[in-house]
Structures are given as C-alpha cells and as structure tokens.
C-alpha cells in the first residue's frame, strides 16, 4: 500500500528552524520526484518545492527560496524540508507529494507548522 | 513566472446540474494542466492531468479540456460527493503553480 508519512511539524519562534520529513513505503521511492507543498489555514494550495529523482534537478517557490532546502535519501526512503529564518506567513499545513506516476499523484496526509511567538 | 487564474471562485449548484470551472494561465503551458480536488478537511487528490486524462477511479463524469492558456474542468451531473475546492496546477516547467481554487457547493 502506497504511503507518505509526514513528520517534524510543530510551534516554533519566528526566526527559528525546523526539519520536516517524509518517509515513503509501498513503492520505488528512488524512482520518483517528490514535491513538498503547503496550505495556510483557510488558504488555497501553495507548492513549495521539488526534486528530481536523483536530487538532480531542485527547485523552489520565490516565497521561500533562500530559506527552505529539499533534499532526499534514497537509501531510506524519505525526502525532507530544512526550514529556516520562519515567517508567521509560513504558518500551513505542510503536505509531501509524489509524481507517482502522474504529477503529485499521491499525498501524505500532512504535518503542522506553526511560526508564532 | 507564469500566474494561475480560475473562475468562478466559489459556485453552488443543484445536484445534478452541469458545472463548469475555468483556468487561465497568463502564458501558454501546453497541456500540462492538472486538476485536483480536496474536500472539506481532506487531503488533495490527483482528478486530471496532461489537461484531459482523468486519474485511475476517477467518476467519467468529472472531464477536462483546453490547451495553451485556456482549460475548463467540467463535471456533468453535480453529485453530493462532488462538494469540494477545485484547484488547477500548471507544471510544464518550475515553478509549478496552483490556481486559487473554485469552492463547489450544492444549492
């Protein structure tokens, strides 16, 4: 069974850092690119990043580049988030998504971030 | 970067009506178009994409169409099921870029 386990979520100072990580089990997680995406509370969808299967091939939303690093571990199946300098507007649900076989074909359910002081 | 547009932003419609949701890219994007859907308090799901190709048990009642900058997600009876936030994504290139969503409602 096809799955995506967000984790790493929580309240943090603005200013402060967090890691996310998802961990992917069910199928080949090395063969596939992988996007981190984010909705605000009552807000729309918001993509945040990607990476190519390989780690070859890495882009960003203007709104957090500089600030958040993708990156991805093969070996263990899982793709995560270095979030730095947090801003309250960075204050969402934040949601792993895989382009299995179709883009952002499959989403974990999710992890919490919260920027407040 | 290319801006996502869709119209209507919300729409409330009679179960088994036809409803029709617009996106416009403000370049072209071929058809690399995708639609998603997310009920209320749920994860989003994969309906369309390449603008027209619906994901794997996805209802034959929910098609899409367009190309270039124009794409249009139809659904052809309103079901009750069918109440969610409609989003388009253009992914030809980074940035890939969600539209602001379409809120569907049954009247």
């Known amino acids: 069974e096809l799955q995506l386990v967000e984790s790493g979520g929580g309240l943090v100072q603005p200013g402060g850092s967090l890691r996310l990580s998802c961990t992917a089990s069910g199928f080949t997680f090395s063969t596939y690119s992988m996007n981190w995406v984010r909705q605000a509370p009552r807000k729309g969808l918001e993509w945040v990043s990607y990476?190519?299967?390989?780690?070859?091939?890495?882009h960003y939303a203007d709104s957090v580049k500089g600030r958040f690093t993708t990156s991805r571990d093969n070996a263990k199946n899982s793709l995560y988030l270095q979030m730095n300098s947090l801003r309250d507007e960075d204050t969402a649900v934040y949601y792993c998504?895989?382009?299995?076989?179709?883009?952002?074909?499959?989403w974990g359910h999710g992890t919490l971030v919260t920027v407040s002081s | 970067d290319i801006q996502m547009t869709q119209s209507p932003s919300s729409l409330s419609a009679s179960v088994g009506d036809g409803v029709t949701i617009t996106c416009r890219a403000s370049q072209g994007i071929g058809n690399y178009l995708a639609w998603y859907q997310q009920k209320p308090g749920k994860v989003p799901e994969l309906l369309i994409y390449?603008?027209?190709t619906l994901q794997s048990g996805v209802p034959s009642r929910f098609s899409g169409s367009g190309s270039g900058t124009d794409f249009t997600l139809t659904i052809s009876s309103l079901q009750p099921e069918d109440v969610a936030t409609y989003y388009c994504?253009?992914?030809?290139?980074?940035?890939?870029?969600f539209g602001p969503g379409t809120k569907v409602d049954i009247k």
């Open positions: 390449t603008t027209s």
């Open positions: 998504a895989t382009d299995l076989p179709n883009p952002m074909g499959f």
């Open positions: 994504l253009k992914y030809n290139s980074a940035p890939r870029t």
């Open positions: 990476i190519g299967p390989s780690s070859g091939s890495i």
